[in-house]
């Protein structure tokens, strides 16, 4: 595989810009290799600046649920660029967007766009502090809810990919009301709830963990979270930033039964343009400025080029029978995987969720940040190298999901799983 070109745009980029990337993971650093500088995608493809063919999985981090340059998305884009990009001022596509949202997500009665699931995360804690007049949050170890700082403790994703525990620039005294426990243990928030309940303003989860691979809630651990927060006054909040419209239509709240208080949205709502979101019950939301005295604002927030694409993608996520096909892909995709691994004599964990898999190099559960923190890293850079070389196009992390979209077809899974045996093989 070619990667000259890239190569070059790469020890530019380091001049320029920080790390040569704008986001972290990009700089492949825990896979051992420069990144791929990517000049076009379309479809289930991404194409490099060197000619390179690869089948995504990746999907931008998860919002190309249709793939790339769906013809409706690109449609509804260039509908609103004729009349403008931005006007800082109202547009009816906000409210059409919105009702999209509400009328499927059933815990949202009010929904406030933003531009990223940082700030939407980020927002949201503010909120259910306001609401609640408390401080203290609690959060779970690998869970990853943007770079804010209440966040930085005990993160997933990017933060550890790079074995960041936290980041300097954070203030202990901003730090100090966040509390981050086990992912699925119950038992230990239980405990703080027992002692702290009445200072807790809100517990904020990802109800399916994507940032420290794919790891699914255990049996009744959201149930419980939300018994516990309804015991004490606090606030539930369910980061679905990943797993809304990702996991079901009407995200992982509706497959596990639980109606969290703040739901916070992004990627597959913004059809691959920079949107997040927040909303939950009216109540809660309504202590939201202008309404209400929790000030919160965003001059590109709801503008009418990211809202025609969000507007264009979940309305054909609505067409019957979209998520049952999406799921057989993915539930196909691991089976191939399970017996690829097999076939090669390799130990591997394979959970699906929707449309989104985890994939570990382990004989063991994994059922928190631990036990995917104990997994064979080295065999998964191994792997990645391998996939890379036979045209697969996975996340350059341990610790990411993978991310089937509609146009993934059985030609392209099967040739993945092929891909999946020969380079488990060679490890």
């Known amino acids: 595989m070619k990667q ?66 769906d013809p409706d998305v690109i449609s509804a884009i260039t509908s609103v660029l004729e009349k403008g990009t931005s006007f800082g001022a109202p547009t009816n596509l906000e409210i059409k967007l919105a009702n999209l949202i509400i009328d499927v997500i059933d815990s949202v009665e009010m929904v406030r766009m933003v531009n990223s699931g940082t700030e939407a995360a980020m927002s949201a804690v503010r909120l259910a502090r306001g609401y609640t007049g408390r401080d203290i949050i609690i959060k779970f170890d690998g869970c990853y809810h943007g770079h804010a700082d209440t966040f930085l403790v005990e993160a997933g994703s990017g933060v550890a990919t790079l074995s960041i525990p936290g980041s300097p620039g954070v203030p202990k005294s901003v730090i100090e009301h966040t509390i981050s426990v086990p992912y699925n243990d119950i038992d230990a928030v239980r405990k703080i709830m027992k002692e702290k309940g009445s200072m807790v303003a809100a517990i904020i989860v990802e109800p399916v963990a994507g940032n420290m691979g794919m790891v699914l809630p255990e049996k009744d651990f959201l149930v419980k979270l939300k018994e516990l927060t309804l015991a004490n006054g606090s606030v539930l909040i369910f980061d679905e930033v990943m797993t809304g419209f990702r996991v079901a239509h009407g995200g992982a709240q509706s497959v596990y039964g639980v109606d969290p208080d703040i739901t916070c949205l992004g990627k597959i709502i913004g059809g691959g343009l920079p949107v997040g979101a927040y909303g939950g019950k009216k109540e809660i939301m309504r202590y939201i400025a202008p309404e209400g005295p929790v000030y919160q604002a965003g001059t590109l927030s709801g503008n009418p080029v990211a809202m025609a694409a969000g507007i264009a993608t979940l309305t054909k996520l609505g067409e019957p029978g979209f998520y049952d096909a999406l799921s057989e892909k993915a539930n196909y995709l691991a089976k191939g995987l399970k017996l690829a691994a097999k076939n090669a004599g390799v130990n591997v964990k394979v959970y699906t969720a929707g449309s989104m898999l985890g994939l570990f190099f382990t004989d063991k559960e994994v059922k928190n940040f631990d036990d995917a923190k104990k997994c064979n890293s080295d065999m998964f850079v191994k792997y990645y190298t391998n996939m890379l070389e036979r045209g697969i196009y996975l996340a350059p992390s341990a610790f990411e999901a993978l991310f089937v979209s509609s146009v993934h077809g059985k030609e392209l899974l099967d040739k993945t799983i092929e891909a999946a045996e020969e380079s488990m093989k060679e490890i």
């Not at 001049?15 to 993971?25: A, F, H, Q, T, Y």
């Open 4 to 69: 000259e070109k890239s190569n070059l745009l790469y020890k530019e980029a380091i001049e320029r810009i920080p790390g040569g990337v704008n986001s972290p993971v990009r700089a492949c650093k825990s896979v051992n290799r420069n990144p791929l500088f990517i000049k076009k995608a379309d479809g289930a493809y991404l194409f490099d600046e060197d000619g390179n063919r690869f089948i995504d999985y990746i999907g931008s981090w998860g919002p190309m649920i249709l793939g790339h340059r």
